[in-house]
C-alpha cells in the first residue's frame, strides 16, 4: 500500500503547478485527504483537505484563493491545483489519507494516519 504525491518542480512567481495524489493498492474516494506542506526548518502546514463523502473542502489562510484541491474518483486521484506561486509556497508536498474514518476533513496533521513520500515545490526567477 502506497500514497504518492507527484508534480513538483520549479516554477517561477506567480506561476502554476498540479500535483497530484495517487494511491496503490487502496482507493482514495472512501477517506478524507489531506495536503501539506513543510519548508526547511519548519513544521509541516495543512494547506488543504477535501471530505470523502459530500466533496467539503478547506483551506490554510496562506492559500485561499489561489489553490483548489479535487478528486477524480475514476482516476483514483487526488489534485492540487496551485495558481499565483509564491517563493514563499517553497516546500516540500505531502499528501495524507485518513484512513480511520475518524475524522471530517481538518489541516491537522495529527488527525491523518497514511502518509505519501512528498514532491518539491521550489518557486523561484
Known amino acids: 500500500v502506497q500514497l504518492q504525491a507527484s ?46 463523502s459530500d466533496g467539503r473542502t478547506d483551506y490554510a489562510d496562506s492559500v485561499k484563493g489561489r489553490f483548489t484541491i479535487s478528486r477524480d474518483n475514476a482516476k483514483n486521484t487526488v489534485y492540487l491545483q496551485m495558481n499565483s506561486l509564491k517563493p514563499e509556497d517553497t516546500a516540500v508536498y505531502y499528501c495524507a489519507a485518513d484512513l480511520s474514518g475518524l475524522f471530517g476533513p481538518t489541516l491537522i496533521a495529527a488527525t491523518y494516519n497514511y502518509w505519501g513520500q512528498g514532491t518539491q515545490v521550489t518557486v523561484s526567477s
Do not use: K, M
Open 7 to 52: 508534480g513538483g518542480g520549479l516554477v517561477q512567481p506567480e506561476g502554476s503547478l498540479r500535483l497530484s495524489c495517487a494511491p496503490s493498492g487502496f482507493t482514495l474516494d472512501r477517506y478524507v485527504i489531506g495536503w501539506f506542506h513543510q519548508a526547511p526548518g519548519r513544521e509541516r502546514e495543512g494547506i488543504s483537505c477535501i471530505s470523502n
